[in-house]
């Protein structure tokens, strides 16, 4: 598979251009051992992906901080610890500080040299809009959460976005989706019919970090440590 047979690539943005873990941890670390609370990264992680899906597929209309805000809750549940308005708060708008990946801006300026960029990401437009600041590119289209009404895997993320192609004049069969959540993105995107890149993120660790398992067999067209290494592929 060569990328430049693409006119456009649709991403992901948090866990694949955007550090989320490392973001996330930035948050619950210090707000765990304030409550003097031991507990390994992995397992924060664990419980925040646990909670997370469950309540993105219960309030699909809801906006991504308000999600947060009941992730923090149920993260505070599981470890025994007060919940605070203000410690949920501070969680609920941490989404702008949380870092990109080293070799993001780069490869994404190297990609929007020859495709079309768009995003399609389970946030609020007002989340995304500090992200976008610190990406380094216009993207072409950018597809959320609130605009739809759904969080992804439901494919109506991707049908949006798709639709968006076709007022540009570009085909499902010229679109490749880039991401590293096999449950969130990889699952139904290949489910609609689009060929997937994975950015295996977490190729050095096992589990699945801060995203679902996928739950089923999944197999993407093209698999990546980083987006460096997906910019340089033919």
């Known amino acids: 598979m060569t990328i430049r047979d693409f006119q456009a690539l649709t991403f992901d943005c948090y866990g694949t251009l955007i550090d989320w873990e490392t973001g996330l941890l ?12 031991r507990v390994s990264d992995e397992r924060l992680l664990e419980i925040f992906a646990e909670a997370e899906a469950h309540l993105e597929g219960e309030l699909p209309r809801v906006r991504y901080s308000d999600i947060l805000r009941s992730v923090h809750a149920r993260i505070a549940q599981a470890l025994n610890v007060p919940v605070t308005t203000a410690e949920a708060e501070a969680f609920a708008q941490s989404v702008g500080d949380w870092p990109p990946f080293p070799d993001t801006v780069a490869a994404l300026q190297d990609l929007k040299q020859r495709h079309r960029l768009v995003i399609i990401s389970n946030v609020d437009r007002a989340a995304f809009a500090r992200t976008n600041a610190i990406l380094g590119v216009a993207f072409d289209a950018i597809v959320t959460a609130e605009d739809v009404g759904a969080y992804k895997p439901d494919p109506r993320m991707f049908e949006r976005a798709l639709s ?16 590293q959540s096999l449950y969130h993105d990889h699952v139904p995107a290949k489910a609609l019919g689009l060929a997937t890149v994975w950015v295996d993120r977490r190729h050095d660790r096992p ?11 999944i197999k993407p067209d093209l698999v990546v440590n980083s987006l460096a290494e997906l910019a340089a592929h033919p």
């Open 26 to 37: 930035n948050s619950l670390r210090p707000w765990a051992a304030r409550h003097g609370v």
């Open 164 to 179: 968006v192609l076709a007022d540009m004049g570009i085909r499902r069969d010229r679109t490749l989706h880039v991401a």
């Open 207 to 217: 589990g699945w970090g801060a995203t679902a398992p996928p739950g089923a067999p």
